[in-house]
């Protein structure tokens, strides 16, 4: 079943396979009068891009988008702005080697029994590059986001054993791994050196803060806040944990430890902590919002590795091509595509809660 | 907006407060044909109500349901299955304090500002009390699932700090915690009830695992099996963290770890080892499905708190009635309860994947 | 799957059958602060009740509702609104000859072939007490809509061959067709009596003008208000066309007749007829909303007919009972209440569709 | 709100402005196997296209289709198909004189009034290439139908009071008009030629009759398959009634005359005459499936017509340019489109109705 759409009224239909004519996303809903240019979304999808570092892979990817609907003279209209990206000369006989064979940690086998065929050059739609739709219907939300001061800051919160103590903003976009701290780079870089000598991939772990949300996002009591961001990120191949503040942690704390007072601050309810990560009953609560999503490592590792064939037989299998030995820093952008996409359309749900904000909005 | 339903195809809508007449749940979309009575939906109801034991409130609920519609013959008839539970005389004096009060780590701040107004007493609407209509939506879930030989081991992983190391499904019944581990309980206990000396409460993990799932379970790319449980149990109430398989243990690991390797076993695609918890391309790949849920400790504590009231004034309060020290306990069977709904909408979803498939169903 | 729900902001969800214990809706996502007793409820779903006329069937149905959620100090709260009538003590004896036979005209064929299994008692859910969930529905969005000063005539349009040629609003009530028009209320009553002699029974047409409404509701393209008009209308058992406007006389009409020119009345642009019946491009366009739904005969006829029974043997049916000679006096509510659901429910979902808009609502 | 899309299981994604860069669809959900080719689709775009007759405009479009994605080795792949129109070169200046009037008849105004901006070049998204997105989805659907052999016969009934009297399948695609009568034609053309004298344009009414439908598609109560017909034919522009089997007709009729009767041919349930249309309680029942949709006169016509401008002002229009004197030739194939998209989606629905189909599926 069509399972290529997120959002109930910001809504995001991506489709395209790795090694297809192009991918790209249809966003509907999104609010009219929002200014648009190609290169907002641009600035988004470079980020997702391989880049130059040992890091990321060294396939070069120009990934140029193409506002194809649902803009004119500048500013959204409405109606379903469709963005395309064309795939470039991609090698498909690269590929050829797995077209029978299920590679393990991959979606191979999954695809094939559930459909019965599958496009297997390059991974098909289960590729990485699935996300550029992602992160066009993130860019899209962001441009509407900004006019109400809300502001995104994701980041890589380990690469592997190493974690980031320090966030500095700033420092996220210097650095190859997407980390905040400059003082751990090095350390990273080391342990994935010793990792891609051994042909090796390896996992982290990422963190996203949102400021600026008001009271009241989340609808009660499955589309909660939490429960939305949880299968909004959940749903990014290659995650494998969701957590909102404390998250585990919690589970070892008591209630007296993890409840956030409140307290007056002039006119505002201001929290004396933030526990909570900025949910409370599944809807923001005023605090900086706060998740994380655990990265599993790259499947793609050049070690033979056991497996079996389409026609039932034990196999081994090497994967050649060049591969990122680490996903965490290209899906940071995709992260904050996701819950862009999910906050703004909860921020849309939200607008008919109270009947005294409806009547406001039919009196103009 | 409307957040109330769960599911595309089985479709789960709850409704109902903690001191309302009545909650429930109607479920559309349940095939036809399926055996159910009030005694199918009891038992799950009744493995969510308050014992006897010092871990769970003392409050004495009835909470006996009444199918209404649907059933036919002692069958479902393919129509909507609407379930009732009466709200027994609760006392809604002894709320009357939290009228116009914060309390720290609930949702009365949130509700108020999404709505303007809430039905503040017992929690209303972000009551622990609106889980009998999940489990009600789960208990008819698993009615079907049982006739696909599909089934369920859910428990309580850690009592705060005390972790099961075995999993013995037959004692998981047979003590309070929903601990699979006898090794363990009297730890647990001797924990909860130092916790409770201090008018404190604790937290926990609740795992969860699935067995005799078919292959392909799972809607690419936003509806991912992963990605659809993220959704439903992080919706349920004091979730702040889910995983799967390895989950954020998988950010520390290797590929060379992390990756499960196929191998034949007869005619059939086997994996050598079960780091993915069972799913990949967010998709069942035929493994056990293994998830976890992270529980934060229950925020009614007896303790007095910072907090403000309504009327913009800092203020203290404490919280009286009975409360459970631990969530983790009745939060077991409502966890299962969501997963088997997320489960039996993915394998309805599922059944038109293939064009052969609909050829032979429509050929009878 | 699951089809008994409607709307996607404002929802509503209903359930049950003729002979079930009760019948009822969940209406979720309804905005908050809106006053509502049981009584608002009560006065739409006493309209559809069985009257004294020979019009209508002999039967005695109370019918009184019940809210047991969503309402909190007289007014709504946000979370959903539960609503149940009793079914009473209705003799399912009375039905027993159908229980293997099909009814011509009636659903019950095609029910036993879709689901395998059928609630034959009455109809099941097929029966007219079906439309009790909608028109719950649509009075508690009547009660919404009534604070925009929105406001509906619904009435009998024609009766078998005889037609309302004016219509006086305030005569609706006042006689057992909703015919607005005193001067054929006898003819219709004569026309009925002879038809029932006959034992046979007589279909209608029934017309619906809702004033008030803003302009731009309706989304294009696939949820214009008359496409969602045109679902909700046409989900009602025994409605067999829909049209809007001068409907199926415009195929006659050449464009210099059925376009309506523009003016300006002051600062208001204003239509200087009204073809369109109030929509331009599928959203309203300031005009009298205007559409009208052609109602089949009663097919529960006293005379034999040829059918099958469920053994696949020819054999003739009889169906006793006391039946509704014609169902236009009674479905005239249920047309009425699924326009007011489908109008509140674009209402809503057109508060977000601009991003100033949306900013005004955010800053408060 | 989000309004691109229709269908729930088979989903089409319809996006693009008359004058932008393209226009497309995404299809979600298509099951995986079926052949598919891009000349699959083109054949039913040309059918939409204008031709060389009087009855359509002079205006050329090219309208070649690309496949983007979805399809492998010339099957479906059970993802997303993305599917792609370029605009050509069309005169954008041709259209400067309506940026700042509303064209009476058209959606100028109420665009503007919904959005507060609207592509004025060739009515944008409300467009009648606005179909192209719909014949997309159509055409792939027909290519799942065919599979079930299931056919569709779609034509003209009426050009304005021309009405066809014979149905001869074969002869629809040999007239400009698209009429099954070969006797009417000569008619059709001599009305229509006098009223583009007149500078003046005609409506009438398209029928569509599909043959081979199994029992028991359709999910009540909301998602009848007469009321999701209702939604999917009234949401194209232009059309302004809809009806099933007798239609209006029936309004006019009594239960013994509307009534049909069923009997057993062998071992087959059929029955002996058609007033229903093909369904019963809103699902399929075996007859074939009969409606009808009324089309208005084109709106666009090069008389001076009284409207208003953006500012408030009183003004009058003379709408240039080559303009369909009726659109009814090039909307049969859109009518068809969305029956068969309709349809589809409720075949794939139908398919977990009953356990034990379900259970067959799973067994394989």
Redesign the interface.
Known sequence: ???????????V?????SH?????A?V??C????PLTEEDIQSYLDRRKPGQSKATTARKEADRC?????V??G????????V?VWNGDQHSKDYSNIAHV?R????D???Q???????YRGG???SGR?TIGRVIGGAIAMQ?LK??GISFTCYAK?I??VVAENVDPVYISKNPFCLPDPNVVERAQSYLDA?ME?K??????IECRVDGL???L???????L??????????I?A??????????????????????????DG?E?KK?SNH??G???????GGQLVFRA????????A?A????DDQ???TLIVIHGRHDPIIVPRAVVVVESMAAITILDL????????????????K?
């Open positions: 079943m069509a399972g290529s759409t997120f959002g109930k009224v910001y809504r239909t991506t489709w395209g396979e297809g004519k192009a991918l790209g249809v509907d809903g609010p009219a009068g929002v193409e506002i194809l609907s649902g004119f003279d500013k959204t209209t409405g109606t379903p702005i469709s395309l299920y393990p940690g991959h979606a086998y999954t695809f029994e559930k459909y019965g065929i599958r496009d098909g739609r289960s699935e509407v006019e109400f380990s592997g054993p990792c051994r090796d991939s390896i996992g982290g772990v008001p009271v009241g989340g609808e009660p009591v499955f589309d909660k939490d429960a939305l961001l949880g299968q909004a990120v959940m749903s191949g995650i494998k944990g969701f957590e909102v503040g404390d998250g585990f942690q919690s589970s070892l704390l008591h209630g007296s430890q993890d409840n956030d007072g409140f307290y007056m006119d309810v004396s909570s990560g949910t409370l009953g599944g809807m923001s609560d655990a990265v599993k490592p790259t499947p793609s590792i070690q590795q056991q497996t079996v039932g037989n034990d921020m849309m749900q939200n607008a008919s809660s109270q009947v005294d904000a409806l009547k406001n909005f039919y103009k």
